[in-house]
């Protein structure tokens, strides 16, 4: 018989490096943002009047996707009612769900499930995220200048606000985090990366949802969110996990200083006072540090 168990002692594991964990460098934030909206510029955006005319134009599908530049599988799909069954938009916006990963942080299960207008609130500028994986994940993130602004614009392309998926399918179903993974971000990665060789940057190796969930924490502490305050907004009970892995040091040349307050839509004081909830009053306490390496490597309190 064992008496006891071999595993209990902690001497028997060999110490495993820390796992490089991906995030974006804020030249890559620029580029990724203006690869999605150089692609959803690039989007085919029929009019109502050329969906009635695509349905009542009786031509092979390949000669009408030609005259219309669209494929033949999109007009086939117009024919049999699948997509367009109503009035407004049916285009897939990738710079909305860019910038909200980014600036806002949710996991993607949970940016799936937002809706608008209950979840994406322009009035009060904030995100509501529901609770999905802990009690912790449920949170309302302040709407940064440069997030608001874009799903400002989302609304009115969009048109009057109904109860719907924020970041709808072609169909106008909801997202799933495949869809985004694959079909959203991966063009938007390929698009990103020529920019960034165009402008002699280092180029986006690795990038999944969760990357631009890191790039979020990694602005909260650039900015200088207190650790406390950044724990609330990624959703996170516990302060280690939120210091240990998500915590990144982003390269702040010159050049990236200038792209970060385009990032941002504002300076890096305001997007402070914005996460803060400090906006209102104006100021930002004396008496935190300012850069991202006393915010996130200090020990927190008990």
């Given amino acids: 018989m064992i008496d006891h168990n071999p595993l209990d002692d902690s001497e028997c594991f060999l110490r495993a490096a820390t796992p490089s964990r991906s995030f974006l460098e804020v030249v890559q934030i620029e580029a990724l ?71 806002a942080g949710p996991r993607v299960t949970e940016l799936c499930e937002l809706n608008s207008p209950a979840d994406i609130d322009l009035a009060s500028r904030t995100v509501r995220i529901p609770r999905i994986k802990t009690d912790a994940a449920e949170r309302v993130v302040p709407m940064i200048s440069a997030l608001h602004e874009i799903l400002l614009a989302d609304r009115i392309e969009r048109g009057s606000p109904t109860q719907e998926p924020a970041f709808p399918t072609r169909n106008g179903t909801r997202q ?39 790039t979020f ?29 998500y915590q990144q040091v982003l390269n702040m040349g010159s050049e990236a200083l200038g792209a970060l307050e385009r990032v ?29 390496h006393d915010h996130f490597s200090a020990r927190p309190a008990n």
């Fill in 33 to 103: 943002m203006d690869a999605a909206r150089s692609l959803d510029g690039e989007q085919p955006r029929l009019a109502w009047r050329e969906v009635s005319a695509i349905r009542a134009d009786r031509r092979p599908a390949t000669q009408v996707g030609r005259d219309y530049g669209v494929s033949e599988t999109l007009i086939r799909r117009i024919r049999r009612n699948e997509i367009w069954r109503d009035e407004g938009r049916r285009h897939v916006a990738r710079l909305p769900l860019v910038a909200t990963l980014v600036l």
């Fill in 176 to 214: 799933n985090p495949g869809n985004v993974r694959a079909r959203l971000l991966g063009p938007a990665r390929v698009r990103a990366n020529q920019l960034l060789e165009e402008r002699g940057h280092r180029q986006i190796a690795h990038m999944t949802p969760h990357s631009l969930r890191r």
């Fill in 264 to 292: 941002l839509g504002c300076g890096p004081d305001e997007a402070c006072a914005i996460w803060s909830e400090r906006a209102d009053r104006g100021l930002i306490a004396d008496s935190e540090p300012r850069s991202s």
């Fill in 217 to 245: 924490a990694s602005l909260l502490a650039e900015v200088g969110v207190s650790p406390r305050r950044a724990m609330y907004l990624i959703g996170h009970t516990d302060p280690m996990l939120t210091m240990r892995v």
